[in-house]
């Protein structure tokens, strides 16, 4: 298990062109995709899953310092680069950038998104989509007036692993649906106090950030949208009190299903020497028992899907029975033989969304309903906990 993992981690992140599915030759022309901003998380989120997909190009990078921008590009092997304060913009006008990946601070989704759609880009939109509801809409009515596809990177929800999840609640073998636990935490310091996700003009807190994917994952694996936030508790972060530095939130769900999530950009160190170890759960509990996924945001690192039965023992008590799963790839052809066990969650979802352009059927999408419905819940859940909403955007299309 352990040799396996390693070489499914190197694959991942040192992935060899040999390693490539569809030949070049069978391949269509490939897509020039534009990157906004030198983001950190660019390189796993589209660099990397691109070198083994024969149909994306990363082409050009803007950063908002143009030194910045060439370092980034020459570490990437990136062709082009645009810098200083009209960097972004030039990168839009880049004719020969046919796909943008947005990459921003939050707060700052909505203004590129809007502008790239205008220059006529497809766009792949960093999580969470905006700081509103409102801009998530007027994004995807933008790409749909334009003929545009426009996509929220969850990208989690494109792999084997939570798949299966879902596929297990849905087959009825655990009986009716009863409650679903997510959370996202990690131990404090990890994130710096500078960081992006602490600041409030740049669509900061913990519920933007993790709590998107916790609120996701629980509207994912229901397959509705809660009915009332029940309560909602947040930890304001030191540097900003309108900024969360946690959040927990409870939900009424139709059919009486109970939600809760958690999410945490720092949890306190036990007696200020041990960090807390990070959550990244989703615990389904049903009639007929649980199934808990461990590690549902990044499962190609390594995860375990634990699913425990109840029965009746012979004595007329209830025993259990558990087993473990672990689903790196679509066993069942879902994907015509495409998927490895190294692809990333991104890669996963690099070969959808291409999909998507090039007028193929995608395995799974994130559609512009599911986005939409989780930028309100995160409305309401901010609402619900006195921090109010994100601040909206400034910035008007003309
Ligand atoms: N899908 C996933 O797994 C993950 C998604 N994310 C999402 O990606 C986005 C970026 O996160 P991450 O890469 O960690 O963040 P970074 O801080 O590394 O990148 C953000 C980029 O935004 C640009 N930027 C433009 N204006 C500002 C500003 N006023 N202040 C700060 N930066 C600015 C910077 O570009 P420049 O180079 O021009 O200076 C910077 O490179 C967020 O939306 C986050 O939620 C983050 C991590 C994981
Ligand atoms: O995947 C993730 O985990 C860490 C977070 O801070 C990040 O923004 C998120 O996308």
């Not at 530095?245 to 306190?268: E, K, Q, Y």
Request: proline share 5%.
């Amino acid at each position: 298990m352990v040799v396996s993992t390693i070489k499914r981690l190197y694959n991942a992140f040192f992935p060899s062109t040999s390693l490539t599915v569809q030949s070049t030759e069978t391949a269509s022309r490939p897509l020039k995709f534009g990157i906004l901003g030198a983001a950190a998380i660019a390189p796993p989120a589209l660099i990397i899953p691109a070198k083994t997909h024969p149909e994306v190009v990363v082409y050009a990078v803007a950063a908002r310092d143009v030194k910045r921008a060439e370092v980034y590009a020459q570490k990437h092997g990136i062709e082009k680069f645009y810098g200083g304060a009209e960097g972004y913009q030039k990168l839009l006008d880049d004719p020969e950038v046919e796909v943008v990946y947005n990459p921003l601070p939050n707060g700052l989704h909505y203004e590129w998104t809007m502008k790239a759609l205008a220059a006529g880009k497809h766009v792949l939109l960093e999580k969470p989509a905006a700081d509103t509801a409102e801009e998530t809409r007027q994004m995807f009515e933008l790409a749909e007036k334009k003929n545009l596809v426009l996509m929220e990177a969850f990208h989690y929800r494109f792999h084997p692993a939570i798949q299966r999840v879902k596929a297990i609640i849905d087959s009825g073998e655990l009986g009716r649906l009863k409650s679903i636990e997510n959370k996202l935490t990690t131990p404090a310091g990890f994130i710096k106090k500078d960081d992006i996700r602490f600041n409030l003009s740049l669509g900061g807190g913990s519920l933007m950030d993790m709590g998107c994917y916790t609120l996701n994952c629980l509207r994912y694996l229901s397959g509705t949208n809660p009915t009332q936030v029940l309560t909602a508790v947040a930890s304001p972060s030191t540097s900003d009190s309108k900024v969360d530095r946690s959040m927990t939130a409870t939900f009424d769900l139709p059919n009486d299903v109970f939600g809760s999530i958690t999410c945490d950009l720092g949890v306190p160190w036990r007696f200020g020497l041990i960090p807390a170890l990070p959550q990244v759960s989703s615990t389904v509990e049903c009639e007929g028992g649980q199934v808990h996924i461990m590690n549902f945001v990044l499962p190609t690192l390594y995860h375990t899907i634990k699913v425990t039965k109840k029965k009746s023992g012979n004595d007329g008590k209830t025993e259990t029975e558990t087993r473990i799963e672990q689903v790196y790839n679509f066993a069942d052809g879902k994907m015509e033989g495409k998927g490895e066990d190294w692809w990333l969650t991104y890669r996963y979802q690099l070969e959808a969304f291409v999909d998507k352009i090039k007028g193929r059927t995608p395995q799974t999408w994130v559609s512009k309903e599911d986005s939409v419905a989780n930028m309100e819940w995160i409305e309401r859940v901010y609402a619900k906990s006195g921090l109010g909403a994100r601040p909206k955007s400034t910035f008007t299309l003309n």
